[in-house]
């Protein structure tokens, strides 16, 4: 099992920055990749970044350019740096990370941390 805690969600006005932050605990040996999902009403959840365990990242075309992510294996954290922030990035972040337990993977979920952001 691992556990994902999220921090750092707020509200802010356009143009402003957040920084995320995630931290797993448990048996998080076993986590691979790392990332940033968001859910907005009425619309599907969708994927904002990931980082694997190798640090190899990959970005929403929504998000790319103004938002990085960054993780620390030795300290089982994940980030996401958040720039010139949009009313249209207003929304429930959640960490997620992915496991692989004897070839059987796992997902896990971080509750959700609210980001508002203001014109």
């Known amino acids: 099992q691992v556990q994902l805690v999220e921090s750092g969600g707020g509200l802010v006005q356009a143009g402003d920055s957040l920084r995320l932050s995630c931290a797993a605990s448990?048996?998080?040996?076993?986590?691979?990749?790392m990332g940033w999902y968001r859910r907005t009403p009425g619309k599907e959840r969708e994927m904002v970044a990931v980082v694997t365990k190798a640090g190899s990242t990959y970005y929403a075309d929504a998000v790319k350019g103004r938002f990085t992510i960054s993780r620390d294996n030795a300290k089982g954290t994940v980030h996401l740096q958040m720039n010139s922030l949009k009313p249209e990035d207003t929304a429930v972040y959640y960490c997620?990370?992915?496991?692989?337990?004897?070839?059987?993977?796992?997902?896990?979920w971080g509750q959700g941390t609210q980001v508002t952001v203001s014109s």
């Open positions: 448990g048996d998080t040996i076993c986590i691979t990749n």
């Open positions: 997620t990370a992915d496991c692989v337990v004897t070839t059987t993977p796992y997902d896990y």
